[in-house]
């Protein structure tokens, strides 16, 4: 038997059929690139993400308001997700195919300005610090707790239980990061993927294989997660920009 | 009549060549590989081709396809009804002579590989779901598309820094064994090269076994090189629970 969530072999048509190699490096510049502008504009032209019951994931968990800080208070928390984003296994792969071109598709060779270079790969700074994701993901988890919090925030209104389309947004956002952070590479490692042996303890499958086996089987659709929380958080920053823009009120569901 | 496909068949050896275009009936199955037999019978009969089983198991027909690495006998040619077949040697290997090239630097580094070294006398029993996750290494046919497609070793050359995919999941096979002594990760860390390759996952992509290289083999390696050069905190956990540590030595 093979590891778990090991690639079956995939039906003719799809393994032949292969879009053209600039589409993946494309989709990567507009979403990323565009996600890291908003970011930007986000982060350094507002200093609030609070509507009523409602926290923006960028300003969240609120450590600027802890230190008394009133200005750029997003960018007290944004270095976390970014640095996990950044350090990313699979965004690694988006990143140097579309941002680097090293390469830019499989088989396709790299622009003669990498010629002149020496290539590196991760040894050198900075990309030999995404050696250190596993660290970039303690601090993921703190900030997940916060969003957690916020997300059942989000179902209080001031007369008690409620649900608007923000408490939803923010309940999607909050799976959606939970599923990414999870199915993390280092994730699997610390949990058992650094083992050898399984039932080396008592000849029975450990705790740690277990867990390994279920994070092995999230982590196969890591880069689904990747992209759909990343998508989420986009979603749910704007939504309560608008309402905060006053562009929109928020419609209560019950 | 039959339908006819063109191949255009790269013809030279290390002092240069071009391709030359090759028309053969298409019959339904039929494969990249009979395509070029077809050429090699009736019409270039020292047409280069290196091939062993047709049966995508020997490893030996690896090439390039329309640009994509890929194996002759497993590429059917109904794929590519109306186009033209663009067929060329490895690029990452020097070419010997048309389609076959000279892979033997991979076996240089298979040599460099330490080998299995059991930590509990032979013979012994595993667990087989203690061995799941290195069978899917084995299923490896060494055809070296992953060596042939990896930018370190195919653009920068660099095959003097890093043994290249198929070594990493050669390694985690040695590494991942549950009945493994060895201690692979300083070599990974350094003569290996294993933090050359940037995880954009080129040689998955082009692995006729449908291999998992980067998830489950390279990525893996990496958190071991991290787990022992890259993370302080785990370094002064273990030196605090190091007495300890030796209980988990194997034991059936």
């Known amino acids: 038997m093979a590891q778990p969530m090991q690639t079956t072999v995939p039906s003719r048509k799809k393994a032949e059929k292969h879009l053209p190699y600039w589409v993946e490096p494309a989709f990567t510049i507009v979403a990323l690139g565009g996600f890291v502008i908003y970011a930007i504009w986000e982060v350094f032209w507002h200093n609030t993400g609070t509507y009523q019951n409602y926290v923006s994931p960028f300003f969240s968990p609120g450590v600027a308001s802890w230190f008394g800080f009133h200005v750029l208070t997003a960018l007290y928390v944004v270095w976390v997700p970014f640095l996990f984003r950044f350090s990313c296994y699979y965004y690694r792969k988006e990143y140097f195919r579309g941002f680097f071109f090293h390469p830019a598709g499989c088989a396709v060779a790299e622009p003669n300005s990498h010629k002149t270079r020496v290539y590196t790969g991760e040894r050198r700074f900075p990309f030999n610090l995404n050696n250190l994701h596993r660290y970039a993901w303690y601090l993921a988890v703190i900030v997940l707790i916060f969003l957690w919090k916020d997300t059942v925030q989000a179902f209080i209104f001031k007369n008690g239980f409620g649900v608007g389309v923000g408490s939803i947004i923010l309940l999607i956002n909050a799976v959606l990061l939970t599923a990414y952070t999870f199915s993390c590479h280092a994730f699997r490692n610390m949990v058992g993927g650094r083992k050898d042996c399984f039932s080396c303890a008592n000849g029975k499958p450990s705790t740690g294989y277990k867990w390994w086996r279920r994070v092995s089987s999230w982590n196969h659709f890591h880069g689904g997660w990747a992209w759909a929380s990343l998508f989420s958080v986009w979603a749910a920053d704007l939504y309560i920009r608008l309402l905060i823009m006053g562009v929109f009120n928020d419609p209560r569901l019950f | ?252």
Not at chain 2, 116 to 136: K, L, N
């Open chain 2, 1 to 252: 009549m039959s339908e006819e496909i063109v191949l255009s068949i790269f013809r030279g050896d290390a002092a240069g060549g071009q391709e030359v275009e090759y028309r053969v009936p298409l019959t339904p199955g039929m494969v990249v590989l009979d395509a070029v037999h077809q050429v090699q019978a009736h019409q270039a009969q020292d047409l280069a081709v290196r091939w062993n089983c047709k049966a995508a198991h020997c490893g030996s027909c690896g090439a390039e396809i329309n640009g994509r690495p890929k194996l002759l006998c497993k590429t059917r040619l109904d794929d590519y009804v109306g186009e033209t077949v663009h067929i060329r040697p490895m690029q990452t290997f020097p070419i010997i002579k048309d389609l076959v090239a000279d892979v033997s630097w991979n076996y240089e580094v298979a040599k460099k590989v330490p080998a299995f070294q059991p930590a509990v006398p032979v013979p012994f029993q595993m667990q087989q779901f203690d061995v799941d996750r290195i069978q899917e290494f084995h299923h490896c046919i060494e055809c070296f598309l992953c060596q042939d497609v990896c930018h370190v070793l195919r653009d920068h050359n660099a095959k003097d820094q890093y043994f290249g995919p198929r070594f990493m999941v050669k390694m985690a096979e040695f590494e991942m064994h549950p009945r493994d002594g060895g201690d692979r990760v300083p070599m990974l860390a350094h003569e290996a090269g294993l933090n050359m390759c940037n995880v954009t996952k080129c040689c998955t992509e082009v692995c006729p076994q449908h291999i998992r290289i980067t998830d489950n083999a390279i990525i893996p390696l990496k958190e071991r090189v991290a787990d022992q050069y890259w993370d302080p905190l785990r370094a002064l956990f273990k030196k605090k629970k190091a007495p300890a540590a030796t209980e988990q030595s194997v034991q059936g």
